[in-house]
Antibody, heavy 121, light 107 residues
Framework: EVQLVESGGGLVQPGRSLRLSCAASGFTYDNFAMHWVRQGPGKGLEWVSGITWNSGNVGYADSVKGRFTISRDNAKNSLYLQMNSLRPEDTAVYYC??????????????WGQGTLVTVSS | DIQMTQSPSSLSASVGDRVTITCQASQDIPNYLNWYQQKPGKAPKLLIYDVSNLETGVPSRFSGSRSGTDFTFTIRNLQPEDIATYYCQHYDNLSLLTFGGGTKVEI
C-alpha cells in the first residue's frame, strides 16, 4: 500500500523559513516523479513544485519561484520542500503527491494527508 | 502561461441528474488535462487523465471530453456519494502544472 506521510508543518512568522518532509513507502520511490500541492483555508488546489525521479527536472509555480526549493533523497525514500521568505499567503495545507511517471511532471496519482503551514506574526 | 478557467464555481443538482463542468484553456493545448475529485476533509483523487481516460476503479458514470479549448467533465446519473469539489488540472512540456478554480457539487 502506498503511503505518503508529510511532516514539518507548523506556525511560523512571516519572513522565516520552514522545511517540509514527505516519507514515502509501499512503492519503488526512485521510479516516480513527486510533487507538492497546497490548499489555502477554504481555497482551491495549487500546485507548488514537482521533481522528476532523478532530480533532473524540477518545476515551480510562479508564486513560489525563488523562495521554495524542492529536493529528494532516493536513498531515504523522502521528498523535501525548503520554504524561505514565507508570507501569510503561503498559509495552507501542503500535500505530497506521487506522479504516475518518473521522467515527466504530469499527474497527481497518490496523495498524503497533508501538513498545515500557518504563516502569521 | 496557460490559464484554465473552470465553471461553474458551484452547482446544485438532484440524484440521477446529468452534471457538466467545463474548463476553458486560454489557448489551444494538447490533451494534457486531468480531472480530480476532492471530498470534504480528504485528499483529492484522480478520476480522469488526458481528457477522457478513466482511472482504474472509477465508475463509468464519470467521463471527460474536449471541443477545441473547452474541456468537459460529466457525471451521468448523479449519486449522493458524488458530493465533492471537482478540479481540472493542466500540465505542459515546460514542467508547469495548473489547477482550475474548482466546482463544488451539491445535492
Amino acid at each position: 500500500e502506498v503511503q505518503l506521510v508529510e511532516s514539518g508543518g507548523g506556525l511560523v512568522q512571516p519572513g522565516r523559513s520552514l522545511r517540509l518532509s514527505c516519507a514515502a513507502s509501499g512503492f519503488t520511490y526512485d521510479n516516480f516523479a513527486m510533487h507538492w500541492v497546497r490548499q489555502g483555508p477554504g481555497k482551491g488546489l495549487e500546485w507548488v513544485s514537482g521533481i522528476t525521479w532523478n532530480s533532473g527536472n524540477v518545476g515551480y509555480a510562479d508564486s513560489v519561484k525563488g523562495r521554495f526549493t524542492i529536493s529528494r533523497d532516493n536513498a531515504k525514500n523522502s521528498l523535501y520542500l525548503q520554504m524561505n521568505s514565507l508570507r501569510p499567503e503561503d498559509t495552507a495545507v501542503y500535500y505530497c503527491a506521487k506522479d504516475i511517471l518518473g521522467g515527466e511532471l504530469r499527474y497527481f496519482f497518490e496523495w498524503g494527508q497533508g501538513t498545515l503551514v500557518t504563516v502569521s506574526s | 502561461d496557460i490559464q484554465m478557467t473552470q465553471s461553474p464555481s458551484s452547482l446544485s443538482a438532484s440524484v440521477g441528474d446529468r452534471v457538466t463542468i467545463t474548463c476553458q484553456a486560454s489557448q489551444d493545448i494538447p490533451n494534457y488535462l486531468n480531472w480530480y475529485q476532492q471530498k470534504p476533509g480528504k485528499a483529492p483523487k484522480l478520476l480522469i487523465y488526458d481528457v477522457s481516460n478513466l482511472e482504474t476503479g472509477v465508475p463509468s458514470r464519470f467521463s471527460g471530453s474536449r471541443s477545441g479549448t473547452d474541456f468537459t467533465f460529466t457525471i451521468r446519473n448523479l449519486q449522493p456519494e458524488d458530493i465533492a469539489t471537482y478540479y481540472c488540472q493542466h500540465y505542459d512540456n515546460l514542467s508547469l502544472l495548473t489547477f482550475g478554480g474548482g466546482t463544488k457539487v451539491e445535492i
